[in-house]
Nanobody
Framework: EVQPGESGGGLVQTGGSLRLSCTPSRIGFRDYTIGWFRQAPGKEDEGISC????????WYAESVKGRFIISSDNVKKTVDLQMNRLEPEDTAVYFCAKTLSISHCQDPFGDYWGQGTQVTVSS
């Protein structure tokens, strides 16, 4: 019923926090791993985190490890990304998509589910 995609972005100062929410396709929610990706101007897409909603296994890119926390809500069937201690380098459009596995989260396994949500961190 609700359109798949991303929400929660905004403009924050360095050191601030944001919480992003991903609404994937509800069908087969626990059949695959779900990942967050970001696209910064002039840079290739970067896989930053993923989670297996079935067992809670997670993966984080080194660039966000210790600052971001990914979680899944198996009732709402959403995946959130808590972003703490944000830095200007985190400025990007953030997307979510399924991934092949918890060990293959650097690239999406299919199209992004929405148009992304903009995160801008001012310095």
């Amino acid at each position: 019923e609700v359109q798949p995609g991303e929400s929660g972005g905004g403009l924050v100062q360095t050191g601030g926090s944001l919480r992003l929410s991903c609404t994937p396709s509800r069908i087969g929610f626990r059949d695959y791993t779900i990942g967050w990706f970001r696209q910064a101007p002039g840079k290739e897409d970067e896989g930053i985190s993923c989670i297996n909603p079935s067992d809670g296994a997670t993966w984080y890119a080194e660039s966000v490890k210790g600052r971001f926390i990914i979680s899944s809500d198996n009732v709402k069937k959403t995946v959130d990304l808590q972003m703490n201690r944000l830095e200007p380098e985190d400025t990007a459009v953030y997307f979510c998509a399924k991934t092949l596995s918890i060990s293959h989260c650097q690239d999406p396994f299919g199209d992004y589910w929405g148009q992304g949500t903009q995160v801008t961190v001012s310095s």
